[in-house]
């Protein structure tokens, strides 16, 4: 079965400074993988995805991911934080393979400090 | 701009009186999810359909039920609300169910149980 792990439940940086968010998979097939944030009282929002073709995913907002099947893992990195940026992030897994319903993380909320 | 609604942006039930959160979206998408966001944890897919097709997970309570009379609207049913089912809940839709069908997610209904 897919599931996903978000290492750490809150992440401080200060604004400009580098920002990584961890997420790391179990997928007994090839898996596909997501970035989703969610605003304060929004729904969620797609970051960027895997789908297998390049290991080093670019999204949106600045926002990179990184596929390493090694470390089964796909950390999410923004070198320069903004104050706009502080959200709460989920990382999350295609349930079946290809398919579109998600197994999400527990989600990492990001905060910004100036 | 096309986009998923829901309706209304917080509800108020009382334990055991049934009720009807609605989404709607204006995308022509053929694929509708609810998924169930307690404080601090991952959203969690109920069911979603695929046209007409009733997908449930396996662990969806049976309180829980769905109606989608039209390809535009799609309802969630909570027949005896207990407090553990106050959540947010949020409904998605996408094109199809490949990974190229992102998810497009309306902004949520919270619910409360009092």
């Known amino acids: 079965a897919q599931s996903v792990t978000q290492l750490g439940s809150h992440v401080s940086v200060s604004e400009g400074a580098l920002v990584l968010l961890r997420c790391n998979y179990s997928s007994s097939v090839p898996p596909y993988l997501f970035w989703y944030v969610q605003y304060p009282n929004q729904g969620l929002q797609l970051l960027l995805k895997?789908?297998?073709?390049?290991?080093l995913v670019k999204g949106i907002n600045g926002f990179e991911a990184e596929f390493k099947k090694s470390e089964t893992s796909f950390h999410l990195t923004k070198p320069s934080a903004h104050m706009s940026d502080a959200a709460e992030y989920f990382c999350?897994?295609?349930?079946?393979?290809?398919?579109?319903?998600?197994?999400f993380g527990k989600g990492t909320t990001l905060s910004v400090s100036s | 701009d096309a986009m998923v609604i829901q309706n209304p942006r917080y509800q108020v039930t009382q334990f055991g009186k049934p009720v009807t959160l609605s989404c709607s979206q204006t995308?022509?998408?053929?694929?509708m999810y609810w998924y169930q966001q307690k404080s601090s944890q991952a959203p969690k897919l109920l069911f979603h359909?695929?046209?007409?097709?009733?997908?449930n997970e396996a662990d969806t309570p049976d309180n829980f039920q769905s109606r989608r009379p039209n390809t535009s609207f799609c309802f969630l049913d909570i027949r005896s609300p207990g407090l553990g089912d106050a959540a947010m809940y949020l409904c998605?839709?996408?094109?199809?169910?490949?990974?190229?069908?992102?998810?497009?997610f309306g902004n949520g209904t919270r619910l409360t149980v009092t």
């Open positions: 359909y695929y046209d007409k097709d009733f997908n």
């Open positions: 999350a897994v295609s349930k079946g393979q290809a398919g579109t319903a998600l197994i």
């Open positions: 995308l022509n998408h053929n694929v």
């Open positions: 895997y789908t297998s073709a390049a290991t």
């Open positions: 998605a839709t996408s094109r199809g169910q490949g990974v190229n069908s992102p998810l497009h």
